[in-house]
T-cell receptor
Framework: AQSVTQLDSQVPVFEEAPVELRCNYS??????LFWYVQYPNQGLQLLLK??????LVKGINGFEAEFNKSQTSFHLRKPSVHISDTAEYFC????????????FGQGTELSVKP | DSGVTQTPKHLITATGQRVTLRCSPR?????VYWYQQSLDQGLQFLIQ???????AKGNILERFSAQQFPDLHSELNLSSLELGDSALYFC?????????????FGPGTRLTVL
């Protein structure tokens, strides 16, 4: 069975500091990898995705993620966070041959403090 | 604004009742996904429709059903409601429902069962 594990449920960080949100996955078939962000009282919005090719993926709002096949990880990073980055972040996978349903991690609540 | 609309925004009802949640996908999108977000289960895939036909099923209870109409809007029907069905229900849409496609999420319907 496939699963996604986000290693930190909450990450507090000061404004302008760097941040890394960790994600590991387990799958017996090829997957595509996604990071979504959920701002309070809103739906999810795609930050970035990895389909193939370069393992470093750049997304919106200055975020980037690196795919590591040997460690089955897809960690999200930002070199300098803003107050407006406070939100819940979800790592997700979709399976190559299964129509696009997303399997989500439990989410990481990023709290940026001034 | 993702272009996906969901109604109603909030729904409060009693145990044993039946409700219908509605989703209108982005213009041109053929595939609709339903997800449930709860505190204990996180974000879970329920069901996918593509151009009116069911394509994939996840952890959807037998008391729940869905359909996609010719105009491509979708409805999720929840019956014999229990306290544990209280959750945020999201729909998402993509153009063709491939595993690599970005899913565009609606703002969700918050269901409270009393």
């Amino acid at each position: 069975a496939q699963s996604v594990t986000q290693l930190d449920s909450q990450v507090p960080v000061f404004e302008e500091a760097p941040v890394e949100l960790r994600c590991n996955y387990s799958s017996s078939v090829s997957v595509y990898l996604f990071w979504y962000v959920q701002y309070p009282n809103q739906g999810l919005q795609l930050l970035l995705k990895y389909l193939s090719g370069s393992t470093l993926v750049k997304g919106i709002n200055g975020f980037e993620a690196e795919f590591n096949k040997s460690q089955t990880s897809f960690h999200l990073r930002k070199p300098s966070v803003h107050i407006s980055d406070t939100a819940e972040y979800f790592c997700a996978v979709s399976l190559y041959n299964q129509g696009g349903k997303l399997i989500f991690g439990q989410g990481t609540e990023l709290s940026v403090k001034p | 604004d993702s272009g996906v609309t969901q109604t109603p925004k909030h729904l409060i009802t009693a145990t044993g009742q039946r409700v219908t949640l509605r989703c209108s996908p982005r213009s041109g999108d053929l595939s609709v996904y339903w997800y449930q977000q709860s505190l204990d289960q996180g974000l879970q895939f329920l069901i996918q429709y593509y151009n009116g036909e069911e394509r994939a099923k996840g952890n959807i209870l037998e008391r729940f059903s869905a359909q996609q109409f010719p105009d491509l809007h979708s409805e999720l029907n929840l019956s014999s409601l229990e306290l544990g069905d209280s959750a945020l229900y999201f729909c998402a849409s993509t153009n063709i429902g491939g595993a690599y496609n970005e899913q565009f999420f609606g703002p969700g319907t918050r269901l409270t069962v009393l």
